[in-house]
């Protein structure tokens, strides 16, 4: 029967409150191509997006057991250094998203609980072995995997429709990008929902409310499939703007070949346990289908910042975790302060995204005159110069109408606007 301690139901409220934040963070993820290309309106997309995230979450705990079993000894946590934790991933979290940076949220939550960890019970308690094989290995592969799968996708797709009448093949493409879309977003569901699940069960077995090695139980799920849901509805329009114009500009043949290939080492990752980044994933595939088509151009100004913003993201969330579990070592007054310090860095972050208010009226719209151009770099240029014309036989096509911006770019692929 689980019994509940003050810390441990601040510890519970702490969980679901990233895990709400890893929704709005990551609905970029699944939407924000689908959005870009004009597949979905931005409050529909959202909303499919948050219900197939709750349903994933009830697919699957492999990743939920790869963090609740694997990673630290849980002999060696309190309830506390799960807190510590969580103030480091949910900081990190609001700090990307104001700057519009897909970091990822597994690494930040990953970050906070090794750092938080090392501080609490030495480096001895982190299973480095399975740091290394089901976080760090996924984490560089990933994104390399998913940008050359949808390359090649984005080629064989521009190829075979290379004959088709140019007006019903994005019809068609447009329907495949909802239908890839809901699979990203359920694929999300069954790798990112988890991760809250792992770290709540956890601080259930630090706190002896559940037995060693249990599997999540069901109010676990519920919760954190909701949590997730509710924040992915609520949509982080940042973050979609800078995935969506801000990498690439994208048709909808490339938009659905990214989406499918991220979706597809997602599910595949979840399926063995791996703690996979899906904003990883889906970055790669993203720049992987922008350099698959000819006259395609991958902003690497916006690129660069976010490689950096993943190299950070470990490290970071680790040392704010570090520090905040020092200070709940004082005891009941030192998690009082950390809990404030959490709240007043929260509210302060969300205070300075209103100076510039993103949502779903203008998530599409870019600043072309402030945003300093960008040519095409020798990358991209050679990937160009090799890859198979789009449908209609010409790259200067304008291939959606509704986007000028987009428009722009591809009659004058050599010159971008950086988001």
Known sequence: MESFSLILAIVVVTALAFDFTNGFHDTANAMATTISTGAMKPKVAVAMSAVLNLVGAFLSVEVANTISKGLVDEAGIRPEVIFAALVGA??????????????????????????????????????GDVLVTKVLIPAIAAPLVAGIAAMLATRLTYSLGSKAEDKASKKGYRAGQIASAGLVSLAHGTNDAQKTMGVITLALVAGGAVAPDSDPPMWVILSAGLAIALGTYLGGWRIIRTMGKGLTDLQPQQGFAAQTSAATVILASSHLGFSLSTTHSVSGSV?????????????????????????????????????????????????????????????????????????????????????????????????????PPPAGGTASADPVPTFPAQATAERTPTTTTTV
């Open 90 to 127: 949910i900081l990190w979290n609001l700090l990307t998203w104001l700057v519009g940076l897909p970091s990822s949220s597994s690494h930040a939550l990953m970050g906070g609980l090794i750092g938080a960890t090392i501080a609490s019970a030495g480096v001895g308690a982190v299973h």
């Open 287 to 387: 720049m992987g289908a922008g350099l698959g088509r000819k006259g395609g151009v991958v902003r690497w100004s916006t690129a660069t910042r976010m490689f950096v913003a993943w190299g950070l993201t470990l490290p970071a969330a680790a040392l704010v975790g570090a520090l905040a579990e020092y200070v709940t070592g004082f005891g009941s007054w030192g998690t009082a302060v950390v809990a404030v310090f959490l709240i007043a860095s929260s509210a302060t972050i969300w205070k300075l995204s209103r100076r510039e208010v993103v949502d779903h009226t203008n998530v599409n719209d870019t600043d072309s005159e402030n945003d300093d151009a960008e040519p095409a770099g020798v990358v991209t240029t050679a990937i160009a110069a090799v890859t």
